[in-house]
């Protein structure tokens, strides 16, 4: 059974760092591209970075690029985010996920809150 678990959310000030992380089991994660998406509310979900299986990073938004760390530890069968000057606009629910067997899978989600 595929699951995926988030964690290290909260309410962080504007300017502030978090480390998401997302646990898996119940698939070759190794082997597996991962990605992290987020959801503003009233907005869409949308693809904030991808790494494959060998550590070749992608970040889809420009406004994270410099700002937030896609990583993986295989060890740990972990996915990490790292976020770094976090923006009142970065505030949503993040999503780590996989596709596994042509399957896309989701995490139940973090709340990050960028306020003062």
Do not use: H
């Not at 699951?3 to 997302?22: D, H, I, N, T, Y």
């Not at 790292?82 to 709340?111: F, H, N």
């Amino acid at each position: 059974q595929v699951q995926l678990v988030e964690s290290g959310g909260g309410l962080v000030q504007p300017g502030g760092s978090l480390r998401l992380s997302c646990t898996t089991s119940g698939f070759p994660f190794s082997s597996d591209t991962m990605s992290w998406y987020r959801q503003a509310p009233g907005k869409e979900r949308e693809l904030v970075a991808t790494i494959t299986s060998a550590g070749v990073t992608v970040n889809y938004v420009d406004s994270m690029k410099g700002r937030f760390t896609i990583s993986r530890d295989n060890a740990k069968n972990t996915l990490y985010l790292q976020m770094i000057s976090l923006k009142p606009e970065d505030t949503a629910v993040y999503y780590c996920s996989a596709v596994v067997l042509l399957k896309r899978y989701w995490g139940q989600g973090t709340q990050v809150t960028v306020s003062s």
